[in-house]
């Protein structure tokens, strides 16, 4: 026992009460922030765990999802912790692109205003008027779940460090090559007015239609009939295309056909004009099995049309503008809406006759992710990384190839290998206003491009300024006053500070002693505007009008001199921004200290659904950037489904809200029971009940802790050296929690999390409260014999309080670190009762050490007894159960034993205690009219007097094993039946067969205690 760490201090018995978790988990929730008992300062490098939160969009609130995610990082970071890791956990928030400016476009809308109307400045304030709030909510939720994170390392996607992170990021890979703007077929949301990435849509299997239309030849000797699905984009057709080999078309390729209906002029987006008379070309793409075998080419609207159209160099001409409306180049249909237009085209065609027929069609249509409007492909300008660049590409495949990284299940692996064997480059514009604005600048005189970061200025004055700018905080144009100001307000991330602290601290914190208030600004800006200034080199960087009594900042062309630029107005993708959180949380591109020391970060913990989207950018960024891995283990944690295996959905409503079973039963019980369900590979099956039981377990948890401190004895500490030798029950009970210890330490370090909650769940349940508990009320509440002379009185009660002392001490001692084993995952009914033991030498149990295998206390022999013990009394409890004696009453029971004899002698007066036994009396014979059972070579017999009632008893099993066959029978049947093995969910299979083995066993049973009660003769003439 480790009671040498004890610090002796006086304890009072009394009593803690009722579990009340509303109470506990409010009073340390708010506590362990305010403390910043999570914030590590002093990191020791080869010591340290780091890991970085998957940011939380800061729309809305936490899901199932969420919680699950926070509650496994949590486990292990509580774990790590009290192994005596430096652990960094860093939380933030992600902006969220389009999904925040999606919802404050709504809360606009709501209150009848509009974007458009209002502009971009204008409505970028509503968002960030509107994130703090969401933002304050989320942390709030994250904190009643106890997170334990450091909070003094937060940070946002969109914070002013970030965003500079971002800049730099983008000019390397510009400057790399790596980066380019291209026209090029992109997905687009006419509804949400932006450019998605192919992974922003998804894909629905849809019944629609394929038209067949006939498209006359020039020379008028015939028609081509195509066949569509999208009828209206034929105005925009520039080809029709045919395979090489198909015999049916070879004869016309290189004549031309008359587009339908085209009796206007087109524009190519070069600018050129179109003629309506299109080319039959041969392309080895084209598909002779779909339809007719010739495919009308659009190359502005369709992926593949697009691929043909650049190796054919046909003219690509755009017939939709960007709410998917006709355009000028639609002639008579331009302004109407791509499905009107596509009813009243179909109309004319069969007019004119050259409608052919109309077939049913099934196929996949792409939805946005978001607002679920069916994207509408369109050649547009757009920026993309070129992730299938062997310098991105190859070093992303071959840290996960070479086991650098390791996906935890390893079945992911496949499929990332998979996804970046098909890389696609990755469009990153986005047209909306809410995110990082392409930091390039395009030059007025010359059309050429610019990028910018505040690497182009060596003033630091300089430097925030463009960045203040670049982060749309102020316009080109501003007052000393204005900078002013903005500089002084909070920053968003620490409202502590102010943003100019920010800037220090996380980007320029080379440049301490810059204090900056409108006069000094004044000065600076004016030294610019000296002629003198002006003649040098470095010509000046602001200019005044005095007219506004503004200042300008100048960008100047780095390619002519010019100083007319103007910015893209397009965002970056979220998840630009997303794919450098591992670094770009740590101070990236500055070389600070925690990014020194704490990347690559040691686990990422994340959901399925996103391994494309951010994972695989992470590792791309991170080994390009930092050449170095951003993590080593991934672990991929499952769905949270509803109990029947259903995905969660507020049109289902089968939502479970993880902050109203929080409110119920506990963050407490949340976490076990989140951690309890997660296999790995499985989905987790949730149902309000899972709760409720674990909510049950930390009530027991909870008594347990009651019961120990109402039985302490004040002086228990001071008295330890006179406490007697250990009990078998207190040696097994030290094994049984060692072995839990390893089992949990092992479980943790393999990311099984059901695995090291269910051990504890057993041991702690099972072993500790069922049995240790009521083993340990025998010395607990022992009296000496008043009846004896005083002596000897004496010498029993100083026996007697030796005993207790060793009950109690080993109480204490498992009992403690039961507490510490079940931290990571309660952290805080754990904590409320470490608070209450007299052994608590640290105020957070967070900050103590975790149990780990002590192979000194692991006692075999008593282990071994003292299971056999209990093997004997469930024996007998389990007999007592079948005869239907009360479980309270006390019996009579004879026993006949040979190896078994000294154990029942040890442990006779537990076996009157947990059997509930008046008597136990050995004999040689079984006694006549009693009911034998037995475990091992424990023989034992209950005396028919003891109140069994055979005749009923036998008359109740022999009706019950009636029932039993029948039920058999009939599900046997079932089971031979192809009718239902063919036709029957596979679900409904796997209940009939555990169905068939119950009632086997069932069988079994009944069948043995009715040859039992058979053997006895009916007592007293009444049964
Ligand atoms: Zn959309
Ligand atoms: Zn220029």
């Not at 370090?749 to 049995?771: H, I, T």
């Amino acid at each position: 026992m480790t009671q040498d760490r004890w610090i002796i201090i006086k304890y009072s018995m009394r009593d803690i009460g009722e579990y009340d978790h509303r109470s506990i988990e409010s009073k340390y929730s708010k506590k362990w922030v305010e403390e910043a008992i999570y914030h590590t300062k002093d990191i020791k490098k080869d010591l340290r765990f780091s890991i970085v939160i998957p940011p939380p969009n800061v729309t809305g609130s936490l899901h199932m999802g969420h919680a699950l995610n926070v509650t496994l990082q949590d486990i292990i970071c509580r774990w790590q912790r009290m192994l005596g890791k430096s652990v960094v956990w860093v939380p933030g928030f992600d902006h969220a692109g389009i999904a925040t400016q999606y919802v404050v476009d709504k809360k606009l809308q709501g209150e009848g205003k509009n974007r458009l109307d209002m502009g971009r400045e204008k409505f970028l304030k509503e968002v960030w008027t509107w994130v703090p709030i969401s933002r304050n909510s989320i942390k709030e939720q994250l904190e009643r779940i106890g997170v334990s994170v450091d909070w003094k390392r937060e940070r946002f996607t969109l914070d002013e460090g970030f965003s500079r992170a971002v800049r730099y990021a983008f000019r390397k890979l510009y400057e790399d090559g790596l980066i380019y703007r291209s026209e090029y077929i992109i997905n687009w949301c006419p509804r949400d007015l932006t450019a998605l990435s192919d992974l922003e849509v998804e894909h629905e299997e849809e019944e629609g239609k394929l038209y067949y239309i006939k498209y006359p030849l020039e020379d008028n000797s015939g028609y081509i009939t195509v066949a569509t699905t999208r009828p209206e984009t034929m105005l925009g057709d520039t080809a029709v295309a045919v395979h090489p080999d198909d015999e049916r078309y070879r004869h016309l390729i290189g004549k031309r056909v008359k587009l339908p209906l085209v009796n206007w002029k087109r524009r190519s987006m070069s600018g050129e004009e179109v003629s309506a008379y299109i080319p039959v070309i041969a392309d080895q793409s084209v598909l002779s099995e779909f339809g007719t075998g010739a495919v009308k080419i659009t190359p502005a609207h369709d992926p593949n049309d697009f691929e043909i159209g650049r190796r054919h160099n046909l003219p690509f001409v755009k017939v939709m503008d960007e709410h998917a409306r006709m355009n000028e180049n639609a002639g008579e249909f331009a302004g109407l809406d791509r499905y009107q237009a596509r009813e009243i085209i179909l109309q004319k065609l069969s007019e004119l006759g050259l409608l052919e027929k109309i077939e049913q069609h099934r196929h996949a249509v792409g939805k946005c992710y978001r607002c679920k409007t069916t994207v509408e492909p369109m050649v547009s300008l757009q920026w993309f990384v070129k992730v299938s660049d062997p310098r991105i590409k190859d070093g992303a495949v071959n840290v996960v190839k070479e086991g650098k990284i390791r996906f935890v299940p390893e079945g992911w692996k496949k499929t990332y290998l998979q996804w970046m064997e098909n890389l696609k480059d990755w469009c990153i514009s986005r047209q909306i206003w809410w995110g990082h604005r392409i930091p390039v600048w395009y030059c007025k005189s010359c059309g050429r491009e610019n990028v910018f970061t505040d690497d182009d200025f060596d003033r630091v004055y300089d430097k925030i300024i463009f960045n203040l700018i670049a982060d749309g905080k102020i316009g080109y144009e501003f007052t000393p006053e204005e900078v002013e100001s903005i500089l002084h307000s909070p920053s968003f991330t620490h409202p502590n500070i102010t943003l100019l602290e920010f800037y220090k601290k996380y980007a320029f914190h080379k440049y301490h002693s810059t204090e900056v208030d409108a006069n000094s600004l004044r000065l600076f800006f004016s030294q610019d505007l000296n002629p003198m200034a002006m003649l040098t080199e470095k010509k000046s960087r602001y200019r005044y009008d005095p007219g506004y009594k503004k200042y300008r900042f100048i960008l100047r062309c780095k390619h002519c001199g010019h100083e007319e630029l103007e910015q893209d107005s397009d965002v970056l993708d979220t998840w630009f921004s997303s794919a450098l959180w591992p670094f770009g949380v740590f101070g990236w591109p500055e070389k600070t200290q925690d990014l020194e020391k704490l990347y690559p970060t040691d686990l990422l913990v994340t959901g399925f659904d996103i391994i494309f989207f951010w994972v695989a950018r992470m590792i791309m960024m991170g080994t390009y950037l930092m050449e170095d891995i951003p993590f080593s283990d991934v672990y991929i944690h499952a769905l949270v489904r509803d109990e029947k295996g259903q995905k969660m959905s507020k049109t289902k409503g089968n939502v479970i809200d993880p902050l109203d079973m929080v409110e119920r039963y506990g963050a407490d019980a949340l976490r076990f029971t989140l951690a309890i369900l997660t296999q790995q590979g499985r989905d987790i099956k949730l149902s309000e009940k899972r709760f409720e039981g674990y909510r049950h377990f930390a009530n027991k948890l909870w008594n347990a802790g009651r019961f120990i401190l109402m039985n302490l004895d004040g002086d228990l500490l001071q008295n330890l050296p006179y406490g007697a030798p250990p009990k078998s029950e207190d040696l097994w009970i030290l094994t049984k929690l060692n072995r839990t210890a390893q089992k949990v330490n092992k479980a943790l370090s393999e990311y099984e999390f059901s695995e090291a909650s269910q051990a504890l769940y057993e041991f702690v349940w099972g072993e500790f409260c069922d049995w240790y508990l009521e083993m340990s009320k025998l010395r607990l509440y022992a009296k000496a014999d008043e009846s004896l002379p005083e002596e000897e009185r004496q010498k029993q009660e100083t026996k007697i309080k030796a005993e207790r002392i060793t009950a109690q001490a080993t109480l204490l001692s498992v009992f403690d670190r039961i507490l510490k084993l079940l931290h990571p995952f309660m952290p805080y009914v754990t904590q409320e009762l470490y608070s209450n033991l007299p052994t608590s030498y640290e105020e957070n149990i967070s900050l103590t050490e975790f149990p780990l295998y002590n192979p000194q206390e692991v006692y075999p022999d008593a282990e071994e007894k003292v299971e056999r013990l209990k093997g004997i009394v469930s024996s007998i409890r389990s007999l007592r159960s079948d005869l239907k004696i009360e479980p309270s009453k006390r019996i009579r029971l004879y026993y006949r034993a040979s190896q078994s004899e000294k154990l029942v002698e040890e442990f006779r007066q537990h076996l009157l205690n947990l059997a509930r036994l008046e008597d136990l009396q050995r004999v040689d014979q079984r006694p006549s009219n009693a009911l034998a059972g037995f475990y091992g070579d424990f023989e034992f017999f209950i005396p028919v007097e003891e109140g069994i009632k055979v005749t009923e008893l036998l008359n109740s099993y022999t009706k019950r094993h009636q029932e039993v066959l029948r039920s058999l029978e009939s599900v046997e049947r079932k089971l031979k039946n192809e009718e239902f093995l063919k036709k029957a969910p596979k679900e409904e299979i796997e209940k009939a067969e555990r169905m068939k083995e119950e009632l086997i066993a069932e069988k079994k049973k009944l069948e043995e205690l009715i040859v039992l009660l058979q053997e006895v003769k009916p007592a007293g003439a009444s049964q």
